[in-house]
């Protein structure tokens, strides 16, 4: 099982909390927009997961040295943020999943809001996300809501999983994203329904710009291949 390890604060000062959290899959939407909130200003970190298979990863993030795993806190809003700089080994996310669901059940976290990406292949064009949510959640979200018989798969299925055995209330935001790269337009979109949810204003204008600078990179990147191709098809029609 996962091991909390808070700095600075206690598991009381974390009571009645909502916790927003996601992971690095689909468009990477939950790890931008979680991270995104992190650094939007009015978060300390104040704790880190530790597991019994914890990777051997470290980077330098905006704040100074960053851990696989940690946890941010929002004093005034009462906001709790696990922030996944990667996923666990495939090996540890159930038991990964489980202990943030019985952690959260045991301080006494209120909801669970959790970001992962839609595949936008399965986009109809009318909304730009769906969500659910678990059993217990009296939450209701004026978007569509997740369709029958399309499956959420890897952490974030194990933790809704947890989450609707243990009957803890959490809403899923799944915004429509591009599977193939990172998708921060998808990640500013789950940001925006976050600041619905829970009365605050983070900006994402810094997000769009990011998914503006991708569309015009991958734009180029096309342009090159189709020179390249119509070079090559002219060299062979002429030798």
Do not use: C
């Not at 809704?160 to 979109?189: G, M, N």
């Amino acid at each position: 099982m996962a091991k909390f390890v808070l700095k600075g604060v206690t598991e009381k000062d974390l009571e009645g909390s909502t916790l927003v959290t996601g992971f690095r899959t689909i468009g990477e939407v939950g790890y931008l927009a979680v991270r995104h909130i992190a650094l939007s200003g009015g978060f300390e970190r104040v704790g880190f997961i530790v597991t019994k298979y914890i990777r051997d990863v470290v980077t330098v993030d905006d704040y100074g040295v960053a851990a696989p795993f940690e946890i941010f806190f929002n004093r005034e809003n009462k906001i709790v943020l696990i922030l996944n700089h990667i996923l666990p080994y495939q090996r540890e996310w159930n038991s990964f999943t489980r202990s943030i669901v019985d952690w959260m059940k045991k301080i006494g976290i209120k909801e669970g809001i959790y970001i992962g990406g839609l595949d936008r292949r399965y986009s109809d064009g009318t909304s730009k996300l769906r969500w659910l949510k678990t059993s217990t959640s009296e939450r209701n979200l004026s978007y569509p809501y997740m369709e029958k018989q399309l499956f959420i798969v890897g952490p974030l299925a194990l933790l809704t999983l947890y989450s609707e055995i243990k009957e803890f209330p959490a809403v899923v935001l799944l915004p429509y994203a591009d599977r193939d790269r990172t998708d921060p337009a998808a990640a500013a979109t789950a940001v925006e329904v976050v600041n619905e949810l829970l009365g605050i204003k983070v900006e994402t204008s810094m997000l769009y710009e990011e998914a503006k600078k991708i569309e015009e990179e991958l734009q180029k990147q096309m342009e090159l291949l189709q020179k390249e191709l119509f070079r090559g098809s002219s060299e062979r029609l002429y030798m």
